[in-house]
């Protein structure tokens, strides 16, 4: 199988090294830029980068302007890695279409499972197309409309959606939802639960009203 391929944007050299010796030790390819700037030509200019791996405090162009533009072409992964670790840095991560947000200092070997477990999401399969309450699911093409009208979901926003539809009915804790849709212990923090579940509901509109919340425990949704 081919190896898949990974943008490792920071202004630190000994950073960037850390990250891609962990990476190629577990058989990825890694592409290296060392500003947003030169981020974004090497991204535009290969188009087989399967994720991103992006520092916010860079000169010519940070973090947030990288994945900004970013978005407005592409849903690609994108993991920010960065020292800025207040509530309000990670909320906005998120508020751009970031799929992941881990502060420095971090665990190579925990950064290394959080890519795996996002690009094992990101693999072909098979072709199904899930209907309910008027949401229609195509999993293979990544899209979803509501009554026949297309809507745009983040990558983690599409993986929390089909993971509800898929237990319909039941309700999920956060740690359960954590553990299934990010694949990994995300040690309860809610914040990401909460943060991602509201945007998801803005976005299916009147539909966002199946996403019920179960008090003191998670979610459930209901058609």
């Given at each position: 199988?081919?190896?898949?391929?990974?943008?490792?944007?920071?202004?630190?050299?000994?950073?960037?090294?850390?990250?891609?010796?962990?990476?190629?030790?577990?058989?990825?390819?890694?592409?290296?830029?060392?500003?947003?700037?030169?981020?974004?030509?090497?991204?535009?200019?290969?188009?087989?980068?399967?994720?991103?791996?992006?520092?916010?405090?860079?000169?010519?162009?940070?973090?947030?302007?990288?994945?900004?533009?970013?978005?407005?072409?592409?849903?690609?992964?994108?993991?920010?890695?960065?020292?800025?670790?207040?509530?309000?840095?990670?909320?906005?991560?998120?508020?751009?279409?970031?799929?992941?947000?881990?502060?420095?200092?971090?665990?190579?070997?925990?950064?290394?499972?959080?890519?795996?477990?996002?690009?094992?999401?990101?693999?072909?399969?098979?072709?199904?197309?899930?209907?309910?309450?008027?949401?229609?699911?195509?999993?293979?093409?990544?899209?979803?409309?509501?009554?026949?009208?297309?809507?745009?979901?983040?990558?983690?926003?599409?993986?929390?959606?089909?993971?509800?539809?898929?237990?319909?009915?039941?309700?999920?804790?956060?740690e359960n939802i954590l553990n299934n849709v990010w694949n990994y212990d995300y040690y309860g923090d809610a914040r990401t639960i909460d943060t991602h579940v509201k945007k998801l509901r803005s976005k299916l509109g009147k539909k966002g009203e199946?996403?019920?919340?179960?008090?003191?425990?998670?979610?459930?949704?209901?058609?």
């Amino acid at each position: 199988m081919e190896k898949r391929k990974i943008l490792v944007v920071d202004d630190e050299s000994r950073m960037r090294k850390l990250v891609k010796d962990f990476l190629v030790m577990n058989n990825y390819d890694v592409v290296e830029a060392c500003d947003g700037e030169e981020a974004l030509d090497k991204f535009y200019a290969d188009k087989n980068i399967d994720l991103i791996i992006l520092d916010v405090m860079m000169p010519k162009m940070d973090g947030w302007q990288v994945a900004k533009e970013i978005r407005l072409n592409s849903k690609v992964p994108i993991i920010m890695l960065t020292a800025k670790d207040s509530e309000k840095d990670e909320l906005t991560g998120f508020n751009i279409g970031v799929d992941e947000y881990i502060s420095k200092p971090f665990s190579p070997k925990i950064l290394v499972a959080r890519v795996g477990a996002i690009l094992r999401r990101t693999l072909p399969e098979e072709n199904v197309v899930i209907e309910t309450a008027g949401i229609s699911i195509d999993r293979t093409a990544r899209t979803v409309t509501i009554d026949g009208k297309p809507i745009e979901l983040s990558y983690k926003e599409f993986e929390l959606l089909n993971y509800f539809v898929d237990h319909k009915g039941i309700a999920l804790s956060r740690e359960n939802i954590l553990n299934n849709v990010w694949n990994y212990d995300y040690y309860g923090d809610a914040r990401t639960i909460d943060t991602h579940v509201k945007k998801l509901r803005s976005k299916l509109g009147k539909k966002g009203e199946c996403i019920k919340t179960v008090w003191g425990m998670g979610y459930k949704f209901e058609a």
